[in-house]
């Protein structure tokens, strides 16, 4: 299974902090040159998915179709995609019969069917089981319909394949690296000939969807129009060997100006790209919360942002389990009493005193708990030991906790932390009340929105649903986009996501691909779209279906329904499916 964990901060945070957080550099490019994007109400609400959830019951069907998180979210980032290492362990991996690498090149984007086979070793790893390969049953189908033993696309793509088909302005981005899979992020960006190649790499496999063949699934485009860009997590290219993975290639003196350069490269790629296909291709990134990770990355720097659409904060692991003094993972307000001042507001301080658009900053929110061992009901005290692991929203929720939010004195919120006295437990973690609280502070402070890791924890949608209710009652925003288009909203047409194993009966409204359908008898496993079988198009998704519409060839008509078509209106003299207007006598003008 792919790590979860994310760089943590803690005790190895130097006393140079304040020091470095008021530095002043050169305002970025105003975010009103930004390309446009999906918002809610005029920000951003990100949740990353680890691509190995499905094996824990959180299927890409349960955490953002059954919950309803599909609605409230802007963004999925989908978690991770791997960058090779050097020829020797390609072949080595080949050698030992590693699928998904033939003609891979070293230092490229790849996805291979071995996990790596010890910590560190990340070279060749890869996810293609989850990503493409397992077949996923109808029960957890998003459409529900089964994946076949011949099906080119299965796993998560093909499910984030069907999830677009309900909710398409919905951003899907893939991301690269993590603190898992960031140890050939340096030497793949080290020359100006490898960080084309790499850019080259994965906008092939991702954006042009050419998957690599494996036991019959894969091949050329099979995955095309499932990502709409790349979110870039090296886990940290410049840092120091505490905020490393075990094993992780690093450069102090070059990583921070091929990162730029990479970024780039893999702007202007995309750009050339965007000629051709005429869609917008995003470049986000999980930006570090620790001053010195930050410089050491050039996180701060102009040049980086203006490659950048966003960047999503790390905004949790601030305190956590490696040391047995329990405190919070996720204060909004540093005290100098603790943790050397580190708080949420010293570190989007890092940034916006840097020059960076606060709209282009995302607050990073935790869908789980660090927590510790045989700890007393109070922050900032000492326990037996950190627990061994994190315990996710979805566990945490169902514990009888004494829960405490935390508030200033001038009535500030602060962060969220419970006790359980069964076992004498301490937990910091987001709840929704610390989502809604947070939410509010950032939109206070100008930032695009907020993000989650990780979407999986939370598989009833309980805390996008708290930031998506504040962003959308709050003033507009400032990011550059429209709101999704949501069928379920679809005036005096109350539709559900069609469902090939839900039975339906005459005057059930269901959405797909854009379109809102209507029963007209008994339906089950037919598919809405086509000029016969039970389903009528009624309305485009959003559209009111009183409004006069252009004819659609699967819509049943009566007599005297009007429609538009070649910019003339048209009459039905009598009942009518998929006869084309100004050619059948049916059709008057």
Known sequence: MISQRKAALGATLAGALAASMFTALPATAAQDDARETTTINGYRN???????????????KKVFVDSGAAQNLTHINYSFGNVAGDNDALDAARAAGVKGLDGVTEYSCFISDTPA?????????????????????????????????????????NQLKQLKQLYPDLKINISLGGWTWSKSFSAAVATPERRANLVSSCIDLYIKGNLPEIDGRGGEGVAAGIFDGFDLD???????????????????????????????????????LEVETHKEYEISAFIPASPGVITAGGWDTPELWKNLDFGNIQGYDLWGSW???????????????????????????????????????????????????????????????GAPAQV??????????????????????????????????????????????????????GLGGVDFWESGNDSDGDLSAASAKVLREAAPGPVAGSDATLCEATPSAAATPWNALKTYTSGDLVFLDGQVYKAQWYAKGDVPG????????????????????????????????????????????????????????????
């Open 117 to 157: 086979p010890a910590q560190g070793e990340t070279k060749t790893a890869g996810d293609a089981q989850n990503d493409f390969l397992n077949s996923v049953s109808a029960k957890d189908s998003v459409l529900g319909i089964a994946d076949k033993a011949d099906q080119k696309l299965a796993g998560n793509l």
């Open 323 to 385: 040391t047995n003094q329990t405190g919070h993972q996720g204060n909004v307000y540093g005290d100098p009493n603790h943790n050397w001042g580190l708080g949420l507001d010293t570190i989007v301080a890092t940034y916006t005193r840097a020059g960076v658009d606060p709209a282009k900053l995302n607050l990073g929110l935790a869908a789980y708990a660090q927590s510790w061992l045989g700890a007393e009901e109070e922050p900032w005290t000492i326990a037996e030991s």
């Open 234 to 272: 090296w886990e940290w290219p410049g840092a120091p060997d505490w905020a490393q993975e075990v094993g992780n290639l690093v450069d102090p003196e070059n990583d921070k100006a091929n990162f730029i350069a990479f970024t780039d490269e893999l702007r202007a790629q995309l750009d050339a």
């Open 530 to 589: 086509t000029t016969t079988g039970p389903w009528s198009a009624l309305t485009g998704c959003g559209v009111d279906p009183v409004e006069l519409q252009a004819w659609n060839s699967s819509t049943v008509y009566t007599t005297g329904d009007q429609v538009i078509y070649g910019g003339e209106t048209y009459t039905a003299a009598w009942w009518t499916r998929g006869q084309e207007p100004g050619a059948s006598s049916v059709w008057k003008k």
């Open 46 to 60: 990100v949740g990353y998915y680890g691509s190995w959830r499905p094996g824990s019951g959180a299927t890409i």
């Open 392 to 445: 996710i929203w979805d566990d945490l929720k169902k514990k009888d906790l004494n829960i405490h939010h935390e508030y200033t004195e001038d009535g500030k919120f602060n962060a969220t932390w419970g006790y359980d006295p069964a076992d004498n437990t301490f937990y910091s973690f987001d709840d929704e009340v610390a989502v809604a609280e947070k939410t509010k502070w950032a939109i206070s402070l």
